[in-house]
């Protein structure tokens, strides 16, 4: 996919400050619909109308919920923060970072401890095989590099097999793919007599080991 010297610039600031594959994936896009929805005018001539519109036209024409209407925000967000060095006052009032607490029932604390176990098995023979690195946000892995094997870093929920990390080249474990829970809640919820439509973002999950 084509990517304009300005998006590049955006991807190098979002790398440079540790952000996600998935949000800099999702950041790019935002930022590219957002231009383009603005018959490609560029950023630093447009400002809070511009950006008020879009969100208008994202909420009313296209409907989308307000969680993605959140992420098109942040992303724009970001870009005027970061590369213009500008706030957008009357919108960022609206982004506020907030922790993600759930419940943990008792019945799932022993699952979860044979889980730990379970993973620290599987880190101790990837260790003895030569690797055992876990997949960091861009860029990580040069400024901690020993984060990089610490049990503390791996995933929960890892998956099955070792791949190569997109940007950094490296071969890690990453965690399960997002379908693999996804497949596995469609089928837990037909166990139920839930009748609402049920998805991951229903649960505030944790993912690393080191929020245990």
């Known amino acids: 996919m084509y990517s304009s010297p300005f998006l590049e610039s955006i991807?190098?600031?979002?790398?440079?400050?540790?952000?996600?594959?998935?949000?800099?994936?999702?950041?790019l896009l935002w930022i590219k619909r957002f231009i383009i929805f603005n018959q490609k005018r560029h950023p630093r001539n447009m400002g809070e109308e511009e950006v008020s519109n879009y969100l208008?036209?994202?909420?009313?024409?296209?409907?989308?919920?307000?969680?993605?209407?959140?992420?098109?925000?942040?992303?724009?967000?970001?870009?005027?923060?970061?590369v213009f060095k500008k706030e957008l006052t009357l919108l960022?009032?609206?982004?506020?970072?907030?922790?993600?607490?759930t419940l943990l029932p008792q019945v799932l604390i022993e699952p979860l401890k044979a889980q730990i176990n379970k993973v620290e098995d599987i880190h101790r023979k990837d260790?003895?095989?030569?690797?055992?690195?876990?997949?960091?946000?861009?860029?990580?892995?040069?400024?901690?590099?020993?984060?990089?094997?610490?049990?503390?870093?791996?995933?929960l929920f890892p998956s099955t097999v070792?791949?190569?990390?997109?940007?950094?080249?490296?071969?890690?474990?990453?965690?399960?793919?997002?379908?693999?829970?996804?497949?596995?809640?469609k089928t837990a919820v037909v166990k139920t007599d839930i009748r609402k439509h049920v998805t991951a973002h229903t649960f505030g999950t944790l993912s690393r080991l080191s929020y245990y």
């Not at 030569?130 to 901690?144: A, C, D, H, I, N």
Request: charged letters at 25%.
């Open 11 to 27: 991807r190098y600031i979002l790398r440079s400050k540790h952000y996600s594959i998935q949000t800099e994936k999702a950041y």
């Open 56 to 82: 208008t036209y994202l909420a009313v024409d296209r409907k989308v919920t307000s969680s993605t209407k959140n992420l098109a925000l942040c992303s724009i967000v970001f870009m005027y923060k970061h």
């Open 92 to 101: 960022s009032n609206t982004v506020r970072a907030k922790d993600r607490m």
């Open 127 to 155: 260790l003895a095989e030569g690797e055992g690195k876990t997949s960091l946000p861009s860029g990580l892995s040069r400024k901690y590099p020993k984060a990089i094997t610490e049990f503390k870093w791996q995933y």
């Open 162 to 185: 070792r791949c190569q990390h997109p940007t950094d080249g490296y071969f890690c474990r990453h965690h399960l793919h997002w379908s693999s829970l996804s497949k596995a809640l």
